[in-house]
């Protein structure tokens, strides 16, 4: 019966994390001992002053359906925690509330982009935003870049990839696989390119922003000259440890924004009513309330840099935000580990997986084939464990 399936979802890629992850789970199941360092979940529970605001909710009877792009008092508070985090002020109409950043990013792509369009994509990029993009009828354009460049696109690289095609360039920052952190600097170069291409908008992933170790926070939205044509993505997972509360917004020219509500109007409706009240908790609390989050992850990046640069062959830079390493894997290619051939990035994380234990992705699902991305969202016995595991089986 699979002739019956679509196109678009026979065309469709499997997510490659929740592909590592699965197949963790199944190798748990016959008894083995996975550690998981594949996917991008913190291992800290959700603070109590936010478990509170959920319970509030309930006894509160939150349990009708929610406004299609979100409760008025949570946009307010999302509102207010732009203009506080980054000096943008989004009005209630400019903001829509969704089940998490990716719908946030998949009614973006169906909103904007017309089969053919181009949306550029430096690579590493989430691995979901190519086939959003393809899911929508565009045109990924990758943008390689590497380790030399801290994974970074440059003004001449941004340039040389628009055509009279190109309709968006997504990025994340801090970057999920790689880690890497635009300046503001950067960004304002990047920019300057974007300026002589007018019709051309952005979307700015933000929703690692707080777990930022060394530079402060810059939002595209914010560069002179980029607010009307940018799209800011944030949400609650990541920070504040809710991925399972599915909460994400945007704030955006208030006819993007009208056009995501009338979209996700037909596909979910409002976010789950009680995610959204705990929410508004999340986002009026000062950002020191999740500070020991921030410090941990960033003891656990050099705890885990520290480990791997013991390793021969891995080839390491330093990421300054988010909860990955991203090591460059290329040294192990074309050679033969315990009688096993490793021709690429795919073929180490599985290694990895049967021989180590060890659950990581490879870079190749985020456009960097020389590449796997390691999660450090873990214990850091369980990261110690990981790696040594890892150096033994090399």
């Not at 550029?120 to 989430?126: E, N, V």
């Not at 943008?143 to 801290?150: A, K």
Request: charged fraction near 25%; glycine fraction near 8%.
């Amino acid at each position: 019966m699979n002739d019956f399936l679509s196109d678009r979802i026979r065309n469709m890629s499997t997510s490659a994390t929740l592909a590592m992850a699965a197949k963790a789970r199944e190798l748990r199941k016959e008894g083995k001992d996975i550690i998981g360092l594949s996917l991008g979940e913190p291992d800290f529970n959700i603070p109590d002053f936010i478990k509170d605001a959920a319970k509030k909710a309930i006894d509160d009877n939150y349990s009708s359906y929610s406004p299609v792009d979100g409760y008025g008092d949570l946009k307010t508070a999302i509102s207010k925690k732009f203009k506080r985090d980054n000096a943008l002020d989004y009005s209630e109409d400019q903001i829509v509330v969704s089940t998490g950043a990716k719908q946030s990013l998949a009614n973006v792509a169906m909103v904007l982009l017309n089969p053919g369009d181009e949306v550029i994509l430096p690579a590493p990029y989430w691995v979901s935003y190519r086939d959003i993009v393809k899911l929508a009828e565009g045109v990924p354009v990758e943008v390689p870049t590497g380790i030399e460049s801290d994974f970074k696109i440059t003004p001449d690289q941004l340039r040389a990839a628009i055509t009279p095609k190109t309709k968006m360039i997504w990025y994340s920052s801090p970057c999920n696989p790689s880690g890497s952190v635009y300046s503001r600097e950067e960004l304002e170069a990047l920019a300057s390119v974007l300026k002589e291409y007018p019709r051309v908008l952005v979307v700015s992933d933000e929703i690692y922003e707080h777990i930022n170790f060394r530079s402060t926070h810059t939002s595209m939205a914010g560069i002179p000259g980029m607010y009307d044509r940018t799209v800011t993505v944030n949400g609650v997972s990541k920070a504040f440890a809710m991925t399972g509360w599915r909460i994400g917004y945007i704030g955006a020219p208030a006819w993007i924004a009208k056009a995501c509500t009338k979209f996700q109007g037909q596909i979910t409706s409002g976010a789950n009513a009680i995610g959204q009240r705990a929410t508004i908790a999340a986002l009026q609390a000062p950002v020191d309330r999740i500070r020991y989050m921030i410090d941990t992850f960033h003891q656990r990046r050099d705890l885990i840099l520290g480990l791997l640069g013991e390793i021969e062959g891995f080839k390491l830079n330093v990421p300054e935000g988010a909860f990955y390493v991203f090591p460059d894997v290329s040294h192990f290619f074309g050679r033969t580990l315990k009688g096993r051939n490793i021709e690429n990035a795919s073929d180490f994380a599985m290694y990895l997986l049967e021989e180590a234990r060890v659950a990581t992705v490879t870079g190749e699902a985020f456009g960097s084939p020389n590449c796997i991305r390691i999660s450090y969202a873990a214990s850091e016995k369980d990261i110690r464990e990981a790696i040594r595991r890892i150096g033994e089986a090399l």
